[in-house]
């Protein structure tokens, strides 16, 4: 099967579109996706072909994660989460084990690697659970592990649990990363979608205080007068 959806993956690769993805991605030198190579496929077809190998093998799952192209282990990864959400309960600590496994040698090394993987594998995972974890993570040297510990609150927020990323926000107001001030500001940004009290509550305590790039993402659904009001506090 490992051969099968890597034919399945070259058949629709794009050279075209490979080049456009390498740029957007920053794979040029110094950049955060440094030397990362694309095949030139997109998300939705990623996900139409990771439908069709559901009962491919961990090993095999973790070849295609030790692949150099991006989708190789974009699609992994998609499979997984789709193991994960129909998995037992001790499926779901393999594939969260996996999965940590795989952050921390590097193989999950760029935003929509996280993105589309932390809420679900990470964050529901731990949802019942000590979270104690992304307190570790977030203090990670590697980025895209700090990453995977915010996005994986979304779950916890998508549920009306704030708590974890109130605490996290804190903590990533010092970080240098502008990909983590994103990030969190996303996170807060659909806290404030649930409950905006909470959101205005954090950020007159914290506002003058954010990167600019997540106090801007945290207020983005605010309307323009109270945008401004939270910039201006920025600017003092």
């Known amino acids: 099967m490992l051969q099968n959806i890597k ?17 957007f991605f920053k794979t040029g030198l110094g950049e955060y996706g440094e030397g990362d190579i694309f095949l030139g496929i997109t998300v939705p077809v990623q996900r139409e072909i990771a439908k069709r190998y559901l009962d491919l093998i961990f090993s095999d799952l973790q070849k295609l994660l030790n692949s150099q192209y991006h989708e190789h282990r974009l699609t992994a990864l998609l499979i997984l989460v789709e ?3 129909k998995g037992t309960e001790k499926e779901k600590k393999e594939i969260f084990d996996l999965y940590l496994k795989n952050a921390k040698a590097k193989r999950i090394n ?9 809420p679900t594998i990470v964050g529901d995972y731990l949802f019942a659970r000590d979270k104690g974890v992304l307190y570790n993570l977030v203090k990670s040297k590697n980025i895209w592990i700090r990453r995977i510990a915010i996005l994986a609150t979304y779950s916890f927020i998508k549920q009306k649990k704030f708590s974890d990323i109130l605490k996290l926000s804190k903590i990533s107001i010092s970080d240098s990363e502008d990909l983590i001030h994103k990030a969190t500001g996303w996170m807060l940004r659909e806290m404030g979608k649930r409950d905006k009290k909470v959101l205005e509550k954090f950020l007159h305590q914290f506002a003058d205080r954010m990167p600019r790039t997540m106090l801007r993402y945290a207020i983005e659904k605010f309307n ?8 201006n506090w920025k600017n003092k």
């Open 7 to 23: 034919k399945d993956l070259n058949k629709v690769a794009d050279p075209a579109k490979a080049k456009i993805l390498a740029r």
């Open 83 to 85: 193991k994960y959400k």
């Open 110 to 118: 760029n935003w929509d690697l996280v993105d589309l993987s932390a």
């Open 224 to 231: 323009p007068t109270k945008r401004q009001k939270y910039l």
